[in-house]
């Protein structure tokens, strides 16, 4: 058996591949493979194996004939990452995609770099900050407009990296293939009734930033359009899964450049399954014969000759973080969170000493109720001394309270 020390949600299949055919000290060769993809397998791996010995006097012979032992267990140490193989520059169109976690930096002009922030993980609530802009390296300045068309979310099956490389009819995440689980268009800017809302019943709120009026610094930028959608619906399924972002987008001179709605299309999309049938309406079976055999109508026109890009990203998660309850921005004031810590510390002694009054106070008025009952009490019995008696039935929960007076009198000299 193999466990992953780092990864321990993570199965194997352990295999034996060959074995030299004697008993003395055969060397053989094992493989396992992980029931699951993750970016990064580096990490330290427990294996057991089980050995078995036998006589010296017999002879080797399939299957072995031999006394099984005690398990032995020793450590691999393993360094290995799969990464999606980027996309070529002739689809890309010199342009680069980031996935940011802070919104400052996904409206900003990018002058300054995105450093390490373009590989931040995201935990469960975060909001994934999604932006191409032309490469600053090529200098265009404000030569070029890029406009972002769709957005797709796909996941693998059996460990799959989605890849863009239509040479080798490999599409990513823009059309239907069986080595994909889950894949969802998210985002349509010109048609955007065709787009997927939701995950289950957890919706992606994905939204475009020239639809977003908070976005508009970045939407004035040329060179840069984004988008922005909701993790949560990503954490729904097993841990180990992975998850990928795949844009369409134009570049275009300055000229020629129009920030409309984006081409149309008549491709179909919906949640995809595996293990779902497929429906059979018409444009549901061309997207199956093209995945297979043809180039897919939403692909046709990407490249230099149409000025349509394309670019792949993975979604880096961290199934171990806490659920996000706000955004992970600077406060209005200007101030990070982790400067407010004093601040807060004083709130909260303000708010140990109100507590305590407030409990003070309960605590006088339930001593005044009790005060004003037993003085009530003793008015009773005095009323009960001047003539006019009433006398309570008793009654139980279910039954309403009556009061049956005996004497119905105005002189109390008559009684």
Request: hydrophobic content about 35%; some cysteine.
């Amino acid at each position: 058996m193999v466990m992953s020390v780092d990864h321990p949600g993570l199965t194997f299949n352990l295999t034996s591949v060959r074995s030299e055919p004697t008993y003395n000290q055969p060397v053989q060769q094992w493989t396992f493979t992980s029931d699951f993809a993750v970016r990064d397998y580096s990490g330290t791996y427990t294996v057991k194996l089980i050995p078995c010995t036998a006589a010296q006097h017999l002879e080797h012979a399939v299957p072995p004939i031999c006394s099984p032992r005690e398990p032995i267990t020793f450590d691999l140490d393993i360094r290995f990452q799969q990464v999606s193989d980027p996309v070529a520059l002739e689809f890309s169109l010199n342009t680069q995609m980031f996935l940011l976690s802070k919104k400052t930096l996904w409206i900003s002009d990018g002058s300054m770099g995105f450093g390490q922030e373009s590989d931040a993980a995201f935990s469960e609530g975060d909001t994934i900050y999604g932006r191409v802009m032309v490469d600053p390296v090529q200098n265009l300045g404000d030569s070029f407009f890029c406009s972002i068309e769709k957005v797709f979310l796909c996941t693998g099956t059996d460990g799959y990296v989605p890849k863009y490389d239509p040479t080798r009819f490999e599409f990513g995440c823009l059309a239907d293939s069986p080595s994909l689980l889950y894949r969802f268009k998210i985002l349509d800017k010109a048609q955007p009734e065709t787009q997927a809302r939701a995950f289950g019943d957890v919706s992606f709120n994905a939204v475009l930033a020239i639809d977003d009026p908070s976005a508009s610094p970045l939407v004035r930028q040329p060179g840069s359009d984004g988008f922005r959608l909701d993790s949560t619906p990503m954490f729904q399924v097993a841990a180990g899964r992975e998850w990928y972002l795949h844009t369409i987008y134009t570049v275009r001179s300055r000229e020629n450049a129009h920030r409309g709605i984006g081409k149309r299309s008549l491709e179909y999309h919906a949640l995809v399954s595996t293990g779902n049938n497929v429906d059979s309406s018409a444009p549901s079976l061309r997207s199956r014969r093209s995945a297979s055999h043809e180039v897919p109508e939403v692909v046709q026109d990407i490249g230099e000759d149409n000025n349509r890009g394309t670019n792949i990203m993975h979604i880096a998660l961290d199934r171990d973080g806490r659920r996000a309850g706000a955004s992970k921005e600077l406060f209005p004031s200007g101030l990070d969170p982790s400067e407010l810590n004093s601040e807060e510390g004083d709130e909260g002694l303000v708010t140990v000493v109100g507590a305590l009054v407030g409990l003070l106070l309960t605590v006088l008025v339930i001593i005044t109720i009790i005060l004003v009952l037993k003085s009530r009490k003793k008015d009773g019995k005095e009323g009960w001394r001047g003539g006019v008696q009433e006398v309570v039935k008793g009654s139980v929960s279910t039954e309403p309270m009556l009061v049956v007076r005996m004497q119905d009198c105005h002189n109390s000299s008559e009684v």
